[in-house]
């Protein structure tokens, strides 16, 4: 059904300029900003009343999906478009070359985007509660992935300064149990006044599996090293007992996120198909279904998921000049989770590694390589996601078989 008044929003943290369009004549009808509340959003509502259309009959253009306001539009029926930043910054230039605008003239663009431009854009459709609720903890499993890794390579370095046996004590240095003995034992004379009786019970307060290895810890911890001075000790004590704090707090919320992301994911109706991918694991599996969503027909090819994951490259031609660039306008997180799902293949996928090898030998760089990887992936998972079938390893090395064969001649 074609809308009877479209709607531009240029938003901002604190306010959005709305700009009310004539989809037959492309005329504005009204501009006006309205701050990020509720009296804002009301008002939307009631100048759109005052023309005598409802929410059906419109569509709002926006350039994300990611605010108060989306929600507003969709819980009263309006049609939402999302719109990509990039795609409005080049078709500035379609009303002027000199390259000004404003918030007026964006929200304007963002309506006539929608009158000029409609085939190019599909609604907004807001995945469900299931999948929102996976989508935030990977998020912020991801984040709290990097403070580990960051706080790690702190406390590394404070401690080859002050007291370096601790590192190489337990299997790692964010092990839980090696968290608990820094915090305990913080200094190089704390680790040295250490018996093998008070290294015994504290492996026992704190359930350490493998007691039978108890002796060989503790003489590592008797290894001759060089000795720091006791003031210098001192000055880092409270600092490696805070790195340790905070990433023992991050360990375990990341251990209890990660539980919880499990239990989401065994309920999604598609968890068949994400949890089948080779070395996709507890983390990547429920992010490749976020990330492709369950609505189907927001990628009508491989190639529409591809070009937002980023994988695929950016063809410029033009008569006997060709280029091939690195994307850059796609959706960076969908790239960093894809990426690590490639990486993550080549320890279970036979195909995966082959290929892997061939782009090598090519001559491709190692990065280039999993981007190829990747590329291919995202063309078989779209295919399995629309067809709502598991993969399977088997069957996909015999139909890449039979594609290789020669054809035969009639």
């Not at 026992?204 to 060089?226: D, N, V």
């Not at 990426?339 to 491709?364: D, M, P």
Request: net charge positive; with cysteine.
């Amino acid at each position: 059904m074609e809308p009877k008044l479209l709607i531009g929003d240029d938003w901002s943290t604190d306010y959005h300029t709305i700009c009310f369009m004539n989809p037959q004549t492309g005329g504005a009808l009204a501009s006006f900003d309205v701050p990020q509340s509720a009296t804002g959003f009301a008002r939307i509502c009631a100048e759109r009343g005052k023309m005598g259309h409802p929410p059906q009959d419109c569509w709002v253009g926006i350039e994300t999906a990611h605010n108060l306001i989306v929600d507003y539009y969709l819980a009263r029926g309006y049609s939402v478009f999302v719109i990509a930043p990039s795609v409005t910054k080049v078709t500035q230039k379609r009303y002027g070359n000199s390259g000004a605008y404003t918030d007026q003239s964006a929200a304007f663009l963002l309506a006539d985007l929608l009158r000029t431009d409609r085939a190019r854009f599909t609604p907004w459709r807001p995945h469900g509660e299931l999948v929102e609720r996976m989508r935030a903890k990977v998020r912020l499993l991801k984040t709290l992935n990097q403070a580990i890794v960051r706080d790690t390579n702190r406390l590394q370095a404070v401690l080859l300064r002050v007291n370096p046996q601790p590192i190489d004590l337990f299997s790692k240095l964010t092990t839980e149990i090696g968290l608990h003995f820094l915090i305990r034992y913080p200094t190089y004379q704390a680790v040295q006044a250490l018996t093998l009786g008070d290294l015994k019970a504290f492996c026992a307060e704190y359930g350490y599996t493998h007691p039978q290895r108890i002796l060989k810890l503790y003489a590592h911890l008797q290894t001759p090293m060089p000795t720091p001075s006791p003031a210098i000790s001192l000055a880092y004590a409270d600092q490696i007992q805070f790195l340790a704090q905070t990433l023992l707090a991050l360990v375990q919320h990341r251990q209890l996120l990660q539980r919880e992301l499990r239990e989401l994911f065994g309920q999604h109706p598609d968890r068949a198909i994400f949890g089948s991918l080779p070395g996709a694991g507890d983390l990547l599996a429920p992010a490749l279904l976020v990330k492709f969503g369950e609505d189907r027909d927001r990628f009508p090819s491989p190639a529409a998921v591809q070009a937002l994951a980023g994988t695929c490259p950016v063809t410029k031609r033009s008569g006997k000049r060709k280029y091939i660039c690195f994307r850059t306008a796609c959706d960076k997180e969908f790239r960093w989770i894809v990426t690590l799902f490639a990486l993550e293949t080549l320890r279970e996928s036979s195909w995966a590694i082959a290929y892997h090898a061939q782009l090598l030998q090519r001559g491709i760089s190692g990065s280039h390589a999993i981007r190829c990887l990747a590329n291919r992936w995202l063309a078989i998972i779209w295919k399995l996601w629309q067809t709502r079938q598991p993969y399977d390893e088997s069957y996909h090395l015999k139909q890449r078989y039979q594609r290789h064969q020669p054809r035969r001649q009639a």
